[in-house]
């Protein structure tokens, strides 16, 4: 089946993704054992920690403060419109009561808080994603790699022997339709990850591992609807910069548009780490979302509950500022995508239908020069208390094709603005385009 030159494969990706590219921004959580730990959501392997050193972690999970119904609200009024739960990290611990393993939070603590998230974000109307590490160092048959905890271990190779990796997929396999059978439709699921060879020769994990294919099909299968991202290390749906910001929109190998997220922290590490003091400003963060959505991007914000499951004091003011501009400029963002003209140096365009935002990540003396767009904006105001801004132009004529006295090119609006700097983290300037442009 085709339409209008498309295959029936290009409108389910289209279908799939309609909901993801209005969202625009979500919420990452990460939660486990290493909450507890307080050192980075990777201390066991960074410190080399044997399955003996990890289970006082194990035996000590006491998520108490752990609460669903707040991490949905806290997302909600954040202005997000989805957020994506690890399942399960590299540790191997799940979040949920599976049937394949004792190393889960059922046995800890007697909850499923996978089945809480997903209740909570269904009760706020926000989407479900799910993140899975296709990593597992607790598993028997996970080989040791360049990755695996143990791999200084004086015996590390030896360590391999009687491991099977294809019975590790089939531990794999059945977790993930644990995940996509028993919990109703899910939106987004995220694996975590796929890594080549070390320069020092130890073996990495590729699509070969995992069957990629296999699985991506498994998961289309059991969740056509829900989107996949691009860490099997084969093709799906979107792809997911991770600590970077791209610097333009990112073209697929076949020239179309990328789908594509940046997944960010708040202060560098994913999981819970108390002594990381390297916090990320809400100004920051706001730029960094705008400029995501100016690429046609979405963001996707961590933060890491503590060792009792509540969200850091540190974070939740974060967030809370970020959700304070969120509901004064939610138009620039949610629904809001690239727009093809070129913004002044101060700042980033997005585009909504015939409405134009201007990002203002510095703050201009009493003018901002909009190159291309004189003739085309029939209204200005600034989005955070609609208050109308004047704009000119300067008559061609008068300048008999010299350039304007302030230096501006022929073509270019100016939007006259007031001295002080609105009190915002980002100030956004609304234009309203013409009929047409």
């Known amino acids: 089946m085709s339409v209008a030159?498309?295959?029936?494969?290009?409108?389910?990706?289209?279908?799939?993704?309609?909901?993801?590219?209005?969202?625009?921004f979500g919420m990452f959580v990460h939660f486990g054992l290493y909450s507890g730990a307080a050192r980075h959501e990777w201390v066991q392997n960074y410190e080399r920690l044997t399955d003996e050193d990890y289970r006082q972690y194990f035996e000590n999970f006491d998520p108490d403060r752990f609460d669903a119904r707040e991490i949905a609200r806290r997302a909600k009024a954040t202005g997000m419109?989805?957020?994506?739960?690890?399942?399960?990290?590299?540790d191997g611990f799940a979040l949920w009561d599976s049937r394949l393993t004792d190393f889960t939070s059922m046995v800890a603590c007697g909850r499923d808080l996978v089945r809480e998230y997903v209740d909570a974000l269904r009760a706020e109307g926000l989407r479900v994603g799910l993140y899975h590490s296709v990593i597992d160092w607790h598993h028997p048959d996970f080989t040791v790699d360049w990755n695996h905890p143990r791999r200084d271990d004086e015996n590390a190779h030896a360590l391999?022997?009687?491991?099977?990796?294809?019975?590790?997929?089939?531990?794999?396999?059945?977790?993930?339709?644990?995940?996509?059978?028993?919990?109703?439709?899910?939106?987004?699921?995220?694996?975590d990850f796929t890594y080549p060879e070390s320069q020092q020769g130890w073996a990495g994990k590729g699509p070969e591992d995992w069957d990629a294919e296999k699985?991506?099909?498994?998961?289309?299968?059991?969740?056509?609807?829900?989107?996949?991202?691009?860490?099997?290390?084969?093709?799906?749906?979107?792809?997911?910069?991770?600590?970077y910001q791209p610097t333009a929109p990112i073209v697929a190998a076949d020239g179309s548009a990328q789908v594509w997220e940046a997944c960010q922290t708040l202060n560098g590490s994913w999981g819970y780490h108390r002594d990381n003091t390297d916090q990320k400003s809400a100004t920051l963060l706001v730029q960094m979302l705008a400029d995501s959505v100016s690429m046609d991007g979405n963001m996707?914000?961590?933060?890491?509950?503590?060792?009792?499951?509540?969200?850091?004091?540190?974070?939740?003011?974060?967030?809370?500022?970020?959700?304070?501009?969120?509901?004064?400029?939610?138009?620039?963002?949610?629904?809001?995508?690239h727009a093809?003209?070129?913004p002044p140096r101060e700042g980033v365009y997005t585009r909504r239908g015939d409405r134009l935002y201007l990002h203002l990540f510095s703050w201009p003396l009493g003018f901002v020069h909009l190159p291309e767009l004189a003739g085309k904006v029939t209204?200005?105001?600034?989005?955070?208390?609609?208050?109308?801004?004047?704009?000119?132009?300067?008559?061609?004529?008068?300048?008999?094709?010299?350039m304007t006295p302030a230096g501006e090119a022929e073509g270019t609006l100016t939007v006259h603005l007031p001295v002080r700097r609105p009190d915002v983290l980002v100030p956004v300037i609304e234009l309203r385009l013409a009929d047409g442009i």
């Open 340 to 342: 093809d003209f070129t």
């Open 160 to 191: 391999n022997e009687g491991r099977d990796m294809a019975r590790y997929r089939e531990f794999l396999y059945g977790q993930v339709r644990e995940l996509l059978t028993g919990y109703g439709d899910i939106d987004y699921l995220f694996f």
């Open 379 to 402: 209204y200005a105001r600034l989005l955070n208390d609609g208050s109308w801004l004047k704009t000119s132009q300067t008559d061609p004529d008068q300048v008999a094709g010299l």
């Open 215 to 243: 699985l991506l099909a498994m998961c289309r299968e059991l969740q056509p609807a829900m989107l996949v991202n691009d860490r099997l290390g084969i093709p799906a749906d979107f792809v997911t910069p991770e600590q």
């Open 81 to 90: 419109g989805y957020v994506v739960l690890t399942t399960k990290h590299h």
């Open 300 to 337: 996707l914000l961590n933060t890491g509950p503590d060792g009792r499951g509540a969200i850091p004091p540190r974070d939740v003011a974060t967030l809370s500022a970020i959700g304070e501009w969120m509901s004064l400029h939610r138009d620039a963002i949610v629904g809001a995508g």
């Open 5 to 24: 030159g498309w295959d029936e494969s290009d409108l389910e990706a289209t279908m799939r993704q309609q909901w993801f590219d209005e969202a625009r």
